[in-house]
Antibody, heavy 117, light 106 residues
Framework: EVQLVESGGGLVQPGGSLRLSCVAS????????MSWVRQAPGKGLEWVIN????????HCVDSVKGRFTISRDNADNSLYLQMTSLRVEDTALYYC??????????WGRGTLVTVSS | IQLTQSPSFLSASVGDTVTITCRAS??????LAWYQQKPGEAPSLLIS???TLQSGVPSRFSGSGSGTEFSLTISSLQPEDSATYYC?????????FGPGTKVNIK
């Protein structure tokens, strides 16, 4: 089955760090841009960051600049999100998403990040 | 670029036709997608490039618009259409989503 499976979420204190992972199955992962999208509890969707197929170009929303880093390992069909200096407002369900530039057509089920003391 | 959606909530009956509007703070050509999200599920793509229906999506869904004003229309509303609908700007950065429209079936 074509799918994305996220992992790595959990409870972290403000100012802490966390690394999310996403494993892609049954499609040519290295051929696609990939994004992370988050959704705070009971709130709407927010695009966070994306990465080009070769990993050499990334873009992100202003609120995570300098704190979040996206990377990928095409040999392992894996996408990563390194999050540092976490804030309470980063609390959300984080989705790994296949980014076709014109649309997001494949979503994982998400991994929950809770930032709280 | 910011996106707004109206209404934020609507309630309609099975068989009704409903329209959701998405407005962009500046022109984005046809660089807009629509998604449906049901409770406890990830979003799913309905429409890309403002009006291109995704494969497998029922034909009662349609999209239109260009520039700053877009719409998603659901004809003959079905019980399974109860969900929150989001628009999103694409083919540029950032890639914001609209705040969402919750559709309730009476």
């Amino acid at each position: 089955e074509v799918q994305l499976v996220e992992s790595g979420g959990g409870l972290v204190q403000p100012g802490g760090s966390l690394r999310l992972s996403c494993v892609a199955s049954k499609f040519s992962f290295s051929s696609y841009w990939m994004s992370w999208v988050r959704q705070a509890p009971g709130k709407g969707l927010e695009w966070v960051i994306n990465i080009r197929q070769d990993g050499r170009e990334t873009h992100c929303v202003d609120s995570v600049k300098g704190r979040f880093t996206i990377s990928r390992d095409n040999a392992d069909n894996s996408l990563y999100l390194q999050m540092t200096s976490l804030r309470v407002e980063d609390t959300a369900l984080y989705y790994c998403v296949r980014d076709q530039n014109w649309y997001f057509d494949l979503w994982g089920r998400g991994t929950l990040v809770t930032v709280s003391s | 670029i910011q996106l707004t959606q109206s209404p934020s909530f609507l309630s309609a009956s099975v068989g009704d036709t409903v329209t959701i509007t998405c407005r962009a703070s500046q022109g984005i050509n046809n660089n807009l997608a629509w998604y449906q999200q049901k409770p406890g599920e990830a979003p799913s793509l309905l429409i890309s490039a403002a009006s291109t229906l995704q494969s497998g999506v029922p034909s009662r869904f349609s999209g239109s618009g260009s520039g700053t004003e877009f719409s998603l229309t659901i004809s003959s509303l079905q019980p399974e259409d109860s969900a929150t609908y989001y628009c999103q700007r694409l083919n540029g950065y950032p890639r914001p989503f609209g705040p969402g429209t919750k559709v309730n079936i009476k």
